[in-house]
């Protein structure tokens, strides 16, 4: 079954950094791009960024309001992927979901996690 | 930037009736990069319909996509009670790298 978890989440004041762990399995992790989407209270989904498989560059790509502060990587050895989140704001209080991109050349994101909550407050 | 916005903000309808969703991108794209996703309260997305047209593994034939270039639709024929959800349409490749519609919510009228 391909599955991704979220772990990490908690309460941070602003300024500060948390990181964000997905932990996949049920897929070849090597080969997948892997992307982390947000959802404010009450709000529509955000896109954060999206890391390619080291086959694909490895690069990662961010939305302009996360440019500079979050980092994407993985451990492909962990099945791993994490967003390191500085200098946070408290427009970043939302719940980050983890997904899996298909394999094909669709894009989509066909698997996610159960999403985990960062609050950003004083 | 490309803008996606879906339209009727909220749709109230009756089960057994069909649903029409719209999502409009202010730029053309490509039909492989259009996807449908719907989301239940404290519940992840899932993934209805990818490639603007194929629906995902599990997702019932009641569902379909149509649509290209700047408007695409999603149709729910015969709406079952765990249809009502929200809805929301995304693209990938145009600058930023996904984005998504700001949603519809499917109400039971």
């Known amino acids: 079954e391909v599955q991704v978890v979220e772990s990490g989440g908690g309460l941070v004041k602003p300024g500060g950094s948390l990181r964000l762990s997905c932990a996949a399995s049920?897929?070849?992790?090597?080969?997948?791009?892997m992307t982390w989407v947000r959802q404010a209270p009450g709000k529509g989904l955000e896109w954060v960024g999206t890391?390619?498989?080291?086959?694909?560059?490895?690069?990662?790509h961010y939305a302009a309001p996360v440019e500079g502060r979050f980092t994407i990587s993985r451990d492909d050895s962990r099945n791993t992927v994490y967003l390191q989140m500085n200098t946070l704001k408290t427009e970043d209080t939302a719940v980050y979901y983890c997904?899996?991109?298909?394999?094909?050349?669709?894009?989509?994101?066909?698997?996610w996690g159960q999403g985990a909550l960062v609050t950003v407050s004083s | 930037e490309i803008v996606l916005t879906q339209s009727p903000g909220t749709l109230s309808l009756s089960p057994g009736e069909r649903a029409t969703l719209s999502c409009r991108a202010s730029q053309s794209v490509s039909s492989s990069y259009l996807a449908w996703y719907q989301q239940k309260p404290g519940q992840a997305p899932r993934l209805l319909i990818y490639g603007a047209s194929s629906r995902a593994t599990g997702i019932p034939d009641r569902f379909s996509g149509s649509g290209s270039g700047t408007d695409f639709t999603l149709t729910i024929n015969r709406l079952e009670p765990e249809d009502f959800a929200v809805y929301y349409c995304?693209?990938?490749?145009?600058?930023?790298?996904?984005?998504f519609g700001q949603g519809t919510k499917l109400e039971i009228k």
């Open positions: 890391i390619k498989s080291k086959g694909g560059g490895g690069t990662s």
């Open positions: 997904s899996k991109v298909r394999s094909d050349s669709c894009y989509s994101l066909e698997c």
């Open positions: 049920g897929f070849n992790f090597n080969y997948a791009w």
């Open positions: 995304q693209q990938y490749g145009r600058s930023p790298l996904y984005s």
